[in-house]
């Protein structure tokens, strides 16, 4: 079988040897820095709950006071800025249906050093061994399932925007369906506090800079372009993994494609 290269480091490599594309090594780092960023993850997904309250009562009070002055509305656009930051920090971990693979990391990562171990083994011995699929030991693997680590042929995976992702196993396991509390959440946070803004402006207009009215306007898009742009990419994924797992209720999709 030809070599593959390793999307990271770009060293040379059986495909039965890439996880998702990438070698051991850089699925080691991967993982490593994951856990490492778990604590600002979970930080971000407590607070940002509370986000849409503290934003609402703010853009409550802008709203019963008219507080229109410059100053006043520089606050404002500062609150909105922050609250963008937690919610969108907060909310895109916890909207894609693999955000639970952060509740199972030391499932995860047992798992990987099991089989970096196994790979290991397979290293030092001079016959193909460990490059086959699990399940059908005359075929070689296409690659290694990104959930469970172990080496597939063709037939067992599941093919997600064009990349060998998961086995027909995990496939199963893997949730994939988008949370859209979490979409709510980050949401409200943020449209509400620059809605007022937006609104604040207009009913004032005159004195107050376009620049400000601008401000506004983006940080009320961005959480809707996030939400969406999530939206499209996990729905195409959703559908390809189902089409794959159940083919007989998608007479449509055509794998080739
Ligand atoms: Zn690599
Ligand atoms: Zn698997
Ligand atoms: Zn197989």
């Known amino acids: 079988m030809p070599k593959s290269l390793c999307i990271s480091c770009r060293t040379k490599l059986p495909p039965s040897e890439l996880i998702g594309g990438l070698c051991f090594h850089c699925k080691k780092k991967g993982i490593e820095s994951l856990r490492k960023f778990l604590p600002i993850i979970k930080f971000f997904g407590y607070i940002y709950k509370f986000a849409p309250v503290y934003a609402g009562f703010i853009a409550l ?80 693997a296409v690659g290694r399932c990104t959930y469970c680590y172990e080496p597939f042929c063709a037939e067992e995976f599941i093919i997600v925007l064009g990349k060998p992702l998961y086995c027909r196993n995990c496939a199963m396991l893997i949730p994939t369906d988008i949370n859209y509390w979490a979409a709510i959440n980050g ?71």
């Open 61 to 140: 009070l802008y709203l019963f006071f008219n507080f229109s002055s410059t100053f006043a509305l520089a606050i404002l656009i500062m609150v909105v800025f922050i609250t963008l930051v937690i919610s969108v920090l907060g909310m895109i971990p916890h909207m894609i249906p693999y955000s639970y693979l952060l509740d199972h990391m030391r499932e995860l990562e047992g798992k990987f050093e099991l089989e970096f171990e196994k790979y290991t083994q397979c290293l030092s011995k001079p016959d193909a061994s460990g490059r086959q699929c699990i399940n059908h030991p005359n075929q070689e």
């Open 187 to 257: 949401l409200l946070s943020v449209c509400i506090p620059a809605f007022v803004g937006i609104l604040i402006i207009v009913l004032n207009f005159g004195d107050i800079s376009l620049i400000t009215a601008i401000g506004f306007l983006v940080f009320f898009l961005i959480p809707f372009g996030i939400f969406f742009g999530i939206f499209l990419l996990y729905s195409r994924m959703k559908c390809q993994i189902k089409a794959q797992l159940y083919p007989r209720h998608a007479p449509l999709y055509d794998p080739s494609k």
